[in-house]
């Protein structure tokens, strides 16, 4: 044989080597992103928010309030993860200008730590460009650590690849986010989504921790600090709070959870502290579709909760979720970008957005 084709042939082969590489390497990309292929994307040092007309917020006594003094009141609602967007083609400006239609004030984006770990960039993927959006119209955001257990241990009662993180890894996110996002006047920092299997008096140390080390990275915004018993607990409060005046305190509040308690975990909160409800929501025409602690209607459970915070003159509240899957669901199907009709809990949450 020529030694030229011998040439021509080892570099067909190397070539096809190559190729079957690239190949197997988009495979494993697409698997790893859930089915959306992920690149590398630019970063940048931190957030830039010449653009943000938004006021900042402070905390003064049971309000939040801006440097001229207005009261400020969050209403909104919270989208899936960012990346669960991504993989449905959903992450959007339009669905933030479409959340600001509504009348909403806040936008809660929920993190969750397998995610997150699963991305290097994802901060600049998706929370950079979602916390401009919101901004530029004119949303406050919450960012989530949406951890659902003890981050003490890293314990998690269930799904702990997903929803599970222990103290240092806890640690390296806000050192992270809460350092990128130090300027950015519009954004509220939630420390760990619900804390669980962990005794108050230790909660309260860890908060005080980490709240110290998002102030350590230069942050100034408010700080949410969540109750106990999968954050529905805020009784511990009667002992004192976190060691920082510029603190919220959320309670999640869920059909199951009998009014009987509602004044013991979250009653008197505001006599000395702003109170903010993080989660909430119903299934009522589709109770058989979720979980049994969401069965619940507007009567029932819609209209007591926000008379009780009225009552107690909360800072505002955030209801699950702006998504036709996730539940409670507030729409039965998306056209693409576009919500579709809402559930009976979803016509709920936005008639109360609408009044302002």
Known sequence: VPRSRTVARRVAVVAGALVAVLVLAVVALVAFGEGHLRLPVARTASFDAADIDLPPLDVRGPELRTPDGEVVTLRGVMVPDPSVLDSRGRFSRDLVRDVAATGATVLRVPVHPGWWADDPDYLWRYLEPLVRWAGEEGLYVILDWHVIGNVATGAAPENPDLVAADLPTTREFWTTVAGHFADAPHVLFEIVNEPQGIAPDDWRA??????????????????VVGGVEYARDLSWLADGGVDDPDVVYATHVY???????????????????????????????????????????????????????????????????????????????????EPGEPTAWGAFVLAELGRG
Do not use: I, K
């Open 255 to 337: 059909p199951a959870h009998a009014q009987a308690w509602w004044e013991t975990w979250f009653g008197g909160v505001t006599d000395r502290f702003p109170l903010l409800l993080t989660e909430w929501g119903f299934q009522d025409e589709n109770r058989a579709d979720g979980p049994a602690y969401l069965a619940g209607d507007a009567a029932g459970y819609g209209r007591p909760l926000l008379d009780a915070l009225e009552r107690e003159g909360a800072a505002g509240w955030v209801a699950c979720w702006w998504d036709d899957r996730w539940a409670p669901p507030m729409f039965r199907a998306f056209d693409g970008d």
């Open 206 to 223: 860890v908060a005080d921790e980490l709240t110290a080390l998002v102030r350590a990275q230069g942050a100034t915004q408010p700080v």
